[in-house]
Nanobody
Framework: VQLQASGGGLVQPGGSLRLSCAASGSIFSSNVMGWYRQAPGKQRELVAA???????NYADSVKGRFTISRDNAKNTVYLQMNSLKPEDTAVYYC?????????????????WGQGTQVTVSS
């Protein structure tokens, strides 16, 4: 599956952004979809993931601030980011896994989008 991420940008602390990830291919509804981020000098980390059906999973650092959702009819997954903090600054990647359950390991995600920069700064 091919993924195209968009929606990043520069926002002030406390602001909001919504990232979108459009997927091609008919297997979208069978995948776990996730958003990762990678800040300079840090490892890529899973921010949020959502299975085809069931409950999403979030990193502790974003719980209560970020919401992941998916629209299977539109083959799109979203990441709504509220109350943004400077430490949220990173390149955000969407990813798709063929697994039926959520994994935090990047090796379980076989398709990756190109990344979109999110910068939180005053």
């Amino acid at each position: 599956v091919q993924l195209q991420a968009s929606g990043g940008g520069l926002v002030q602390p406390g602001g909001s952004l919504r990232l979108s990830c459009a997927a091609s291919g008919s297997i979208f509804s069978s995948n776990v979809m996730g958003w990762y981020r990678q800040a300079p000098g840090k490892q890529r980390e899973l921010v949020a993931a959502i299975p085809r059906s069931g409950y999403p999973n979030y990193a502790d650092s974003v719980k209560g601030r970020f919401t992941i959702s998916r629209d299977n009819a539109k083959n799109t997954v979203y990441l709504q980011m509220n109350s943004l903090k400077p430490e949220d600054t990173a390149v955000y990647y969407c990813a798709a896994s063929e697994d039926g359950i959520i994994s935090r390991s990047p090796v379980r995600y076989t398709s990756w989008g190109q990344g979109t920069q999110v910068t939180v700064s005053s």
